[in-house]
């Protein structure tokens, strides 16, 4: 592993004066430490966020907000969202182990990697680790590829369960940018399509950050689901999940939300919304 340094800022502008284009952002570690093992990523330095970001939950201005440090597993246990969202918990909980929610963040949910198994062999071609190589899972072994939202410059898939369920209710993303305006992304637009540039999974700013992520109030807290199929019951990526989600009113559907993952490059392609 290439040597690195280390450091921890207490606050966010702190956090937002030491980073530099050679560091990386710590949260959890739960994806950005396996590709560090596999040499992948090798970051100059890493930058532990874990004390400079909010791991609050908190309704604010008809939003329930989700801090960028709040823990999966915490997610899924508060009492907010399993008032006002029930269906991100949910899906927090059909997600990775026990273990790895624990260390899991919000933010860092939202940036793991859209990957392959190809992308983790590094003897193997692979335009998201090496743009330009080509694309082994093309024409490889390709049952967990994508099924729509790809193109030949990548197939993969966004593993994220947590993300679909975001999708779904029209959740939007607080980032701090490199001079430290705040700026607000649509979920819908947070992640892109592999294009010309498969290497980048979002459009997160350079040297940018999450700090929130906030659900806008809505009518779905009764009638709710997160379906997910895979090949184990338990720790496991989807071959294909959905996010659903009804407002029911005198016994008539009054809207619709349905976000599909594990089929597409980015989660809830193909989202779709419906009011009658």
Do not use: W
Request: charged share 20%; glycine share 8%; net charge positive.
């Amino acid at each position: 592993m290439k040597p690195f340094s280390f450091s921890k800022p207490g606050s966010l502008a702190k956090l937002m004066q030491a980073r530099k284009d050679a560091a990386q952002f710590l949260a959890g570690g739960t994806n950005l430490v396996d590709l560090m093992k596999k040499n992948i990523a090798a970051p100059g330095a890493l930058i532990d966020i874990s004390t400079a970001l909010s791991d609050k939950v908190e309704l604010t201005g008809g939003k329930l907000r989700i801090g960028a440090m709040v823990r999966n597993s915490a997610i899924a246990t508060n009492a907010q969202v399993i008032s006002k969202a029930p269906l991100v918990a949910k899906a927090v909980l059909a997600g990775a182990s026990p273990q790895i929610r624990n260390m899991a963040s919000t933010g860092g949910n939202l940036l793991q990697r859209t990957r392959c198994p190809y992308f983790y062999d590094v003897s193997t071609p692979c335009n998201k680790r090496q743009p330009g190589t080509g694309c082994s899972a093309l024409h490889g072994e390709n049952r967990m590829s994508a099924i729509v939202g790809y193109n030949d410059q990548c197939v993969a898939v966004h593993p994220s369960d947590l993300c679909v369920a975001l999708a779904a209710l029209d959740a939007t993303v607080n980032v701090t940018n490199a001079q430290q305006k705040q700026i607000v992304i649509p979920f819908k637009d947070f992640h892109k399509l592999p294009d010309n540039s498969p290497d980048r999974d979002n459009q997160l700013p350079a040297n940018a950050i999450i700090t929130s992520i906030d659900i806008p109030d809505n009518p779905f807290a009764q009638h709710h689901a997160y379906v997910k199929i895979r090949d184990r019951d338990s720790y496991a990526f989807a071959l294909i999940s959905v996010a659903a989600a009804l407002h029911i009113q005198g016994g008539r559907i009054a809207d619709v939300r349905l976000a599909s993952g594990g089929v597409a490059h980015k989660p809830g392609a193909g989202t779709k919304q419906s009011s009658s």
